[in-house]
T-cell receptor
Framework: DGGITQSPKYLFRKEGQNVTLSCEQN?????MYWYRQDPGQGLRLIYY???????QKGDIAEGYSVSREKKESFPLTVTSAQKNPTAFYLC??????????????FGNGTRLTVT | DAKTTQPPSMDCAEGRAANLPCNHS???????VYWYRQIHSQGPQYIIH???NNETNEMASLIITEDRKSSTLILPHATLRDTAVYYC??????????????FGKGTLLTVNP
């Protein structure tokens, strides 16, 4: 079955360490996205990418970095500069950025805890 | 993107229809209404979307008022597995930054036995 795979499901890190969250999709989608969700809150966009080797900042990009070297992969690095990294991170993809009827498909998330 | 307003929570009896409202009074003519839901600790799941006309698929029906300022998501026969947070989003279908979907807090629907 096609879908989006995020790994690992749970991740624990010490403060001051960088950590990379994996996101892989086999849906042949052009666009990919990273969202952050805090308890009781909606989703906030961190970064998005419409094509390979190109990406744009979302609403809360500070302290995060991404790369898009392959169409199917969009890893997110949470750097030590991110003040409050503990959160639920969601990756999503869509067939064509902005096209009608192209809803987002989400992975099942990575819960990051930094102590 | 236009903002949306949803009630924070709703209850529904199992087997009955669940009607989830959404206000989007500032919606523009080229903005679509999308509904997603999120079961606890999982990623959001797409349900349905529409522009002007009512829409139906295997999961739900979407009723959009004639002035497009509000809509209702209908789950015709709610089950316990439908307990989730439901998000109503409006956005333009187009390229570039139009994909900055904004998810509010949504409506927590609790289906009771």
């Amino acid at each position: 079955d096609g879908g989006i795979t995020q790994s690992p499901k749970y991740l624990f890190r010490k403060e001051g360490q960088n950590v990379t969250l994996s996101c892989e999709q086999n849906l042949n989608h052009d666009a990919m996205y990273w969202y952050r969700q805090d308890p009781g809150q909606g989703l906030r966009l961190i970064y998005y990418s419409q094509i390979v080797n190109d990406f744009q900042k979302g609403d809360i990009a500070e302290g995060y970095s991404v790369s898009r070297e392959k169409k199917e992969s969009f890893p997110l690095t949470v750097t030590s500069a991110q003040k409050n990294p503990t959160a639920f991170y969601l990756c999503a993809s869509s067939p064509l950025a902005g096209a009608v009827g192209s809803p987002l498909h989400f992975g099942n998330g990575t819960r990051l805890t930094v102590t | 993107d236009a903002k949306t307003t949803q009630p924070p929570s709703m209850d529904c009896a199992e087997g009955r229809a669940a009607n989830l409202p959404c206000n989007h009074s500032t919606i523009s003519g080229n903005e679509y209404v999308y509904w997603y839901r999120q079961i606890h600790s999982q990623g959001p799941q797409y349900i349905i979307h529409g522009l002007k006309n009512n829409e139906t698929n295997e999961m739900a029906s979407l009723i959009i008022t004639e002035d497009r300022k509000s809509s209702t998501l209908i789950l015709p026969h709610a089950t316990l597995r439908d307990t989730a947070v439901y998000y109503c989003i409006v956005r333009v279908a187009g390229g570039g930054s139009n994909y900055k979907l904004t998810f509010g807090k949504g409506t927590l629907l609790t289906v009771n036995p």
